[in-house]
């Protein structure tokens, strides 16, 4: 007697996992199955009634049972802030810095003639304004921003005022390595809400060896400052805990623990564990302080299982770059993170005014425009509107080069609904901004993230935890 024919599967990508078979569809449903699952699911033999049929008929995998407007939905929910318009406004106030990291991607000068003026400043935040996006970040950068803070305190008020008519969801944030920092500074960033990024590469050691300063270590400057915003938040400040970005470069490798239970020491609450990116400056040395994808994969994955271990414990400590990634995962929203939209996050979600008053993709773009390649420039703060820039020739081949449809390998991977790739960090690594994304590091990195997040939520316990992280609640 002839068995009943099973389903056929709807349209779905694969990758095979050490736990299994990891299985997605476009509108971010996904599943991970064993090897005998996943050969009856693709061969379309799955029964209906069977377990496999139960577990699998809700994520929309079956055509026969295909649910269109949820797989609508979940395509417009990883995607929502595609159309809103550049929310990330990034003012370049000086290319003076104070440190000489070995990463350094700012092409930092050491003289006069890199600030940006107040004319410029105030121009940069007017087309910031002109955004259509409901809610805009302003985030001043260098060099080392507070080398420059009369004008960063005037574009602090400026943009304060000007959003009492603009009525904007409106966030204000400086960059900053803390050397310069002082009483009178912090109580005026404290009083008007602006946020303070730092960065944090690790115990004093590791940190300092990263980021040195002449005449001195950075991280005992960076602690107490961090300490004390901490000590303001606390005693009902405007400002939340401030945050701190790691850069992992080859001294990092192998002391994952070490760089986790520093923020843990400092009472951060998490890390954001980030990869070095071979653009600008850290290109040209990148034998010195690089490593091979496989080498990060590893790295974050350990550092990963030991955040799991502590949260296990029943210390709620967060990994934010997986928690952004668990958003799309299990949510299916756009976290707003725009190194992994499809098309990226470049012109679309983002722009970078540098000190001069020209416009960038990206802060990665400027970074390019440092050298004299100007591929990434939008225009100037001073002489286009915000329409110019959305439309100018940089804009579209960010667009186009982003776009993971367009991206024969992209198109074909598992985790495609969730991705992105980096125009500008192709055209620095393979000369193109589309590059070759099968053999580019930028892919075999953000693999390697995700297969490391998928192993986590493949395990109940540390799916909880996972879960407990985008809800903002304890376990």
């Given at each position: ?10 349209f779905?990508?694969f ?9 997605t569809?476009?509108g ?6 064993k ?9 379309g033999e ?25 797989e ?25 810095c ?23 400043a105030?121009?940069?935040?007017d ?18 921003a ?16 000007k959003?009492k ?6 966030a ?6 803390l ?18 990024c730092?960065?944090l590469?690790?115990p004093?050691?590791?940190h300092?060896?990263?980021r040195?300063r002449?005449?001195?270590g950075?991280?005992a ?8 915003i ?6 009902g ?7 701190a ?9 192998g002391r ?10 400092l009472?951060?609450?998490?890390v ?8 600008g400056?850290?290109?040209s ?11 990060f ?15 296990l414990?029943?210390?709620r400590?967060?990994e934010?770059?997986a928690?952004?990634?668990a ?8 976290p ?5 939209r499809s ?8 722009l ?22 100007l591929?990434?420039?939008t225009?100037s703060?001073?002489d286009s509107?915000?329409a110019?820039q959305?439309a ?7 667009a ?17 609904p ?8 192709n ?9 070759n ?5 930028w ?7 995700f ?10 316990r540390?799916?909880?935890v ?8 304890a376990?």
């Amino acid at each position: 007697m002839k068995k009943a024919a099973g389903l056929q599967p709807a349209f779905f990508r694969f990758e095979r996992l050490p736990g299994g078979v990891l299985v997605t569809n476009d509108g971010g449903r996904w599943a991970l199955l064993k090897a005998k699952e996943f050969a009856a699911f693709a061969d379309g033999e799955v029964r209906e009634g069977s377990a496999l049929y139960r577990r699998l008929l809700p994520l929309n995998f079956f055509r026969e049972r295909l649910d269109l407007p949820a797989e609508e939905a979940g395509i417009k929910g990883l995607s929502s802030g595609l159309f809103s318009g550049p929310s990330l406004h990034i003012l370049v106030l000086t290319l003076r810095c104070n440190l000489a990291c070995v990463y350094c991607r700012a092409s930092c000068g050491t003289g006069a003639g890199t600030d940006m003026d107040w004319p410029t400043a105030r121009r940069s935040v007017d087309l910031a304004f002109s955004s259509p996006a409901a809610g805009i970040t302003i985030e001043f950068q260098g060099g080392e921003a507070l080398l420059n803070w009369p004008v960063l305190k005037r574009s602090v008020d400026y943009a304060l005022s000007k959003n009492k008519r603009a009525g904007k969801d409106l966030a204000l944030t400086v960059v900053t390595n803390l050397v310069l920092m002082d009483s009178e500074k912090l109580d005026f960033l404290v009083a008007r809400g602006v946020s303070v990024c730092t960065s944090l590469d690790g115990p004093a050691d590791l940190h300092d060896a990263n980021r040195r300063r002449l005449g001195g270590g950075s991280h005992a400057l960076a602690e107490k400052w961090l300490k004390e915003i901490k000590r303001r938040a606390r005693g009902g400040g405007k400002d939340s805990l401030p945050s701190a970005l790691m850069t992992t470069t080859r001294l990092s490798l192998g002391r994952e623990k070490e760089i986790v239970d520093e923020y843990r020491r400092l009472g951060l609450g998490g890390v954001f564990l980030r990869p070095l990116s071979p653009i600008g400056y850290a290109g040209s040395v990148w034998k010195d302080i690089g490593y091979p994808p496989s080498a990060f994969a590893a790295f974050y994955d350990r550092a990963l299982g030991h955040i799991m271990k502590i949260n296990l414990s029943g210390e709620r400590f967060v990994e934010r770059n997986a928690a952004l990634l668990a958003r799309k995962i299990l949510s299916r929203e756009d976290p707003n993170y725009l190194d992994l939209r499809s098309p990226c996050g470049a012109a679309a979600g983002q722009l970078a005014y540098n000190w001069d008053g020209q416009v960038y993709t990206c802060d990665e773009g400027r970074m390019v425009g440092a050298r004299g390649d100007l591929l990434f420039r939008t225009g100037s703060c001073r002489d286009s509107s915000a329409a110019d820039q959305a439309a100018s020739p940089a804009s579209r081949l960010c667009a186009m080069s982003s776009c993971l449809e367009s991206q024969h390998h992209c198109f074909r991977c598992a985790y495609k609904p969730y991705c992105g790739v980096c125009p500008v960090h192709n055209y620095e690594t393979q000369g193109s901004p589309w590059g070759n994304i099968a053999a580019g590091s930028w892919c075999a990195v953000q693999k390697g993230i995700f297969a490391a997040v998928f192993r986590r939520l493949s395990s109940p316990r540390e799916r909880r935890v996972i879960e407990s992280w985008i809800k903002g609640s304890a376990r």
